[in-house]
């Protein structure tokens, strides 16, 4: 009797990793055959798509940059983000008529990117801020970046208008591979 239930395991065992592994095998990737148990401390997320090869480069980023102290985290951040927007302005491939537009809402961009560098010159390395403090910081980069927003909004309309429908959907998503 525990011969049949054991070999019922070791089946219902194969046919679980079998289509675990042919996928491991398409994607060129060991670690869905590999993946251990998921701990609740190391950032990952149990969510559909946060598998993606994307996330898993920003996860890694985000860790790295959890070890840092507040003023470089802060400045790494804006880094990210105007590495970002270098990125997604060369892959448009904008036109001479395009190029205006474009940076107008750059400036827009960079004008939010100079309030959030004297919030972030404000943060005190190795302070423990407490809940009080981390609310009153969350708060003013969050005004900011609303009132950043708001600013941009108008040549963000503009630039997306004079696109092509090729460069509207990289717009829309210019991290999606093909």
Same mark, same amino acid.
Do not use: F
């Given at each position: 009797m525990n011969r049949t239930l054991l070999?019922?395991?070791?089946? /219902?065992?194969?046919?679980?990793?079998?289509?675990?592994?042919a996928r491991a095998a398409d994607d060129g990737d060991l670690?869905?055959? @590999?993946?251990?148990p998921?701990?609740?401390?190391?950032?990952?997320? /149990?969510m559909p798509g946060h598998d993606r090869p994307e996330m898993r480069g920003w996860r890694?980023?985000?860790?790295?940059?959890?070890? @840092?102290?507040?003023q470089e985290r802060c400045a790494d951040r804006l880094a990210w983000r105007a590495a970002r927007r270098a990125y997604v302005e060369a892959k448009l491939n904008l036109t001479a008529q395009q190029?205006?537009?474009?940076d107008k809402a750059q400036s827009a961009a960079q004008t939010e990117e100079q309030k959030e560098r004297q919030l972030c010159a404000s943060l005190k390395p190795g302070a423990e801020p407490t809940m009080?403090?981390?609310m009153d910081r969350m708060q003013q980069f969050l005004s900011a970046r609303l009132?950043?927003?708001?600013?941009?909004?108008?040549?963000?309309?503009a630039l997306y208008l004079a696109l092509t429908p090729e460069q509207q959907a990289i717009f829309n998503r210019p991290f999606r591979r093909p």
């Open positions: 070999a019922a395991s070791l089946v /219902a065992t194969v046919a679980i990793a079998v289509p675990l592994l670690r869905y055959a @590999q993946a251990g998921m701990r609740a401390d190391s950032g990952d997320h /149990a890694m980023m985000r860790r790295m940059m959890m070890r @840092q102290d507040p190029q205006p537009l474009w009080l403090d981390r009132e950043g927003l708001q600013a941009a909004k108008p040549a963000v309309q």
